[in-house]
């Protein structure tokens, strides 16, 4: 079985910093994708950057402020939050994409989530 644990989350005023980690474990071979998605209250899951054999990608609000690093041997990726806003107040959560492992492929595994207030 695959787990995600997230860690990194808090407290943070407008322009600050904080990052992120999510490490995944459980006998596993290999991981295309793995990024993360934010949902704030009242608002739907939104892509905020992923890292894949297709690229990088980020949400179009966190353009040129964060910034999704990935260390394949570790399984673990992080997202360094820069310049961050009270808009970036949210759950964020890390979600791995095609997961191989020894025994089981998983097309995808979403981790708890880790909240993250920017206070203004």
């Known amino acids: 079985q695959v787990q995600l644990v997230e860690s990194g989350g808090g407290l943070v005023q407008t322009g600050g910093y904080l990052r992120l980690s999510c490490a995944a474990s459980g006998s596993i071979f290999s991981i295309n994708a793995m990024g993360w998605y934010r949902q704030a209250p009242g608002k739907q899951r939104e892509l905020v950057a992923v890292m894949s054999t297709a690229g990088t990608m980020y949400g179009d609000s966190v353009k040129g402020r964060f910034t999704i690093a990935r260390d394949n041997g570790r399984n673990t990726v992080y997202l360094h939050m820069n310049s961050l806003k009270p808009e970036d107040t949210a759950v964020y959560y890390c979600?791995?994409?095609?997961?191989?492992?020894?025994?089981?492929?998983?097309?995808?595994?979403w981790g708890q989530g880790t909240l993250v207030t920017v206070s203004s």
């Open positions: 979600h791995v994409g095609e997961v191989t492992t020894a025994t089981v492929k998983y097309s995808e595994v």
